[in-house]
């Protein structure tokens, strides 16, 4: 069983040799090489150029032996596309914020092997010196995550902006969704044709709502998406950070594997979702940054929470860039010598 | 009945005409009489001089007639107090950070009514000023999110470094959070002393744990503190910013009222905690950017759940400093006029 058989069937529930294993932001700033190539390149530049987002995609599956490679690339590129003005320095900025109908209507829908192309010939890239060994992952913000940032025009504390044109103007929030969810389908779909075996939607923030919020104002709209998604065949997690309240709505996305974060443990996860819900996660990546032995203990605990079925091994959040790489190591490592 | 028995009968989840209602950071810079004090004097000469904290915890309740006035102070006065250095300008700073068991070894156990004599002053003087017509809450950070501070030099997105520590070395970190309790238990007792009808403990960090480790690691120290202030007979609160997946073990600290952040919904609280569990919150503080109607309608829907009783009427974190003050007005009133 090579890396994408394993991870492949691990997202369909199938029966496994061990659980596969990557880790989110795996391609980055925890990695010397990575580090090596920003001294040369812009961060823009490793995005947009498709040969070097490649080789950055690849460096950290070379370096740990993981079973899945996901594209680098950022989920601002979407909103770009969409129109907006995007920067990385000094600091990260998206403007200008979206904010009233006509902002909305000014939102482009672009032809997405153009507008983001570059992506799509990174993912064949990565694709071939991949081969069929191991997996290559796509992936894109969710609508509600990169309405977020496009209404902030950035990050926020508190999403304030968000979420009051959420509560005060749903229907114009429902309609930015949907003007970005027909680009988010447009995107992943272009990504699986140029090669992916799953897709990864990044619903980051949607832990910031109350249940109630999520389940009306959010979810038509991903369900939407992951149904039309659906019918390429090709597995599509959907991952939120602070999932523990939203389990059950997050499972009727039809998404085939949830995202889970460490703030909930997957044993909960399948008392509360049954256990043929695939599922990926969980580690805080904090304990990454403790010792091999702890780092040990806690995957082996973990895989034990699933027997190693049905569950792709994975951080809870985004890897930190001051990982020691030798922790990585052990953690990857654990996931290979755990036994049923 | 009056605020102050209509909050301490909440409390004890005993009958009341309406529940009673305050905000989370009603003090500050949501008030315009707030922001003119602060063009005359600096944040610490407002925290550390009596007359002045007691006047700005006063502010929110005379405009807007609230039940309840919690003292006008911040949770970093406590690591202050230990002997760190505490810095609200250019930006917030409390150094050194605390990473060894010689830092630890070298916090003091302050003599709280000297060390922290200021806030004992501010909080008679507002005693003095509400009479027994209106509730007085003292309050301080949980032993936790004070550690967690501690040990990063200040806030930080990921706590890396309280979790490193909290995952590296636990019964170092431990020993943190023993001895911060120590000051933390002391220093609500003199609050109580001066005349606090309730004190709320801000655990506002503990949301980014896992189960698991705020059971092991969390909640002994929690129990002890809470068990140690309840032979005073006046209420403790306390409060997590994403409860949502801690209710049990929270509910087991002992605490007379759990706060309640939005992202849980009080009928769901009230179905695994019981209805005995008296409830603070919830409201998104950003609803507070809507609509007086939309916010008179989530206010009675949001009482509904709890029917009034065992529940006093909060936001589910603190008030946002861009809140216009016609919509605090009409989430006060709102719970005014709220109908059995």
Same mark, same amino acid.
């Given at each position: 069983?090579?890396?994408?058989?394993?991870?492949?069937?691990?997202?369909?529930?199938?029966?496994?040799?061990?659980?596969?294993?990557?880790?989110?932001?795996?391609?980055?700033?925890?990695? @010397?090489?990575?580090?090596?190539?920003?001294?040369?390149?812009?961060?823009?530049?490793?995005?947009?150029?498709?040969?070097?987002?490649?080789?950055?995609?690849?460096?950290?599956? &070379?370096?740990?032996?993981?079973?899945?490679?996901?594209?680098?690339?950022?989920?601002?590129?979407?909103?770009?596309?969409?129109?907006?003005?995007?920067?990385?320095?000094?600091?990260?900025?998206?403007?200008?914020?979206?904010?009233?109908?006509?902002?909305?209507?000014?939102?482009?829908?672009?032809?997405?092997?153009? *507008?983001?192309?570059?992506?799509?010939?990174?993912?064949?890239?990565?694709?071939?010196?991949?081969?069929?060994?191991?997996?290559?992952?796509?992936?894109?913000?969710? @609508?509600?995550?990169?309405?977020?940032?496009?209404?902030?025009?950035?990050?926020?504390?508190?999403?304030?902006?968000?979420?009051?044109?959420?509560?005060?103007? @749903?229907?114009?929030?429902?309609?930015?969704?949907?003007?970005?969810?027909?680009?988010?389908?447009?995107?992943?779909?272009?990504?699986?044709?140029?090669?992916?075996? *799953?897709?990864?939607?990044?619903?980051?923030?949607?832990?910031?709502?109350?249940?109630?919020?999520?389940?009306?104002?959010?979810? @038509?709209?991903?369900?939407?998406?992951?149904? &039309?998604?659906?019918?390429?065949?090709?597995?599509?997690?959907?991952?939120?950070?602070?999932?523990?309240?939203? /389990?059950?709505?997050?499972?009727?996305?039809?998404?085939?594997?949830?995202?889970?974060?460490?703030?909930?443990?997957?044993?909960?996860?399948?008392?509360?979702?049954? &256990?043929?819900?695939?599922?990926?996660?969980?580690?805080?990546?904090?304990? /990454?940054?403790?010792?091999?032995?702890?780092?040990?203990?806690?995957?082996?605990?973990?895989?034990?929470?699933?027997?190693?079925?049905?569950?792709?091994?994975?951080?809870?959040?985004?890897?930190?860039?001051?990982?020691?790489?030798?922790?990585?190591?052990?953690?990857?490592?654990?996931?290979?010598?755990?036994?049923?």
């Amino acid at each position: 069983m090579n890396s994408r058989e394993r991870f492949l069937r691990a997202c369909k529930n199938q029966s496994v040799d061990r659980p596969p294993v990557w880790m989110m932001r795996q391609a980055g700033r925890a990695l @010397p090489e990575y580090r090596a190539l920003r001294k040369k390149y812009s961060f823009e530049k490793l995005l947009t150029t498709p040969e070097l987002a490649a080789k950055v995609s690849l460096q950290p599956v &070379k370096r740990f032996d993981l079973d899945a490679c996901i594209i680098f690339s950022d989920i601002l590129v979407v909103p770009e596309a969409m129109g907006l003005k995007l920067k990385y320095s000094p600091e990260i900025s998206l403007k200008p914020p979206i904010r009233t109908k006509y902002d909305i209507a000014r939102l482009k829908i672009p032809e997405v092997n153009q *507008a983001l192309g570059y992506v799509e010939h990174a993912m064949k890239n990565a694709r071939q010196e991949l081969g069929k060994k191991f997996a290559l992952l796509g992936f894109s913000g969710a @609508p509600f995550t990169l309405a977020c940032y496009m209404i902030e025009g950035w990050s926020s504390k508190s999403f304030s902006q968000a979420k009051k044109m959420l509560y005060s103007e @749903p229907e114009l929030f429902t309609s930015l969704l949907e003007k970005i969810s027909k680009v988010v389908a447009d995107y992943l779909r272009m990504q699986m044709e140029a090669g992916a075996d *799953a897709v990864q939607i990044f619903d980051t923030w949607a832990g910031e709502l109350s249940p109630g919020d999520y389940e009306q104002k959010v979810l @038509p709209v991903l369900q939407e998406l992951i149904h &039309k998604l659906k019918s390429a065949s090709v597995p599509v997690i959907y991952y939120i950070n602070g999932i523990a309240n939203l /389990l059950e709505p997050a499972q009727s996305t039809g998404a085939d594997v949830l995202g889970i974060d460490w703030r909930v443990s997957l044993s909960e996860v399948r008392k509360q979702l049954g &256990k043929e819900q695939a599922l990926q996660g969980n580690l805080d990546p904090a304990l /990454l940054l403790s010792s091999k032995s702890i780092i040990r203990n806690k995957v082996h605990e973990m895989i034990n929470e699933t027997k190693g079925r049905g569950h792709i091994v994975n951080l809870g959040h985004g890897l930190l860039p001051e990982t020691p790489l030798q922790n990585i190591s052990a953690f990857v490592q654990a996931v290979k010598d755990w036994k049923k």
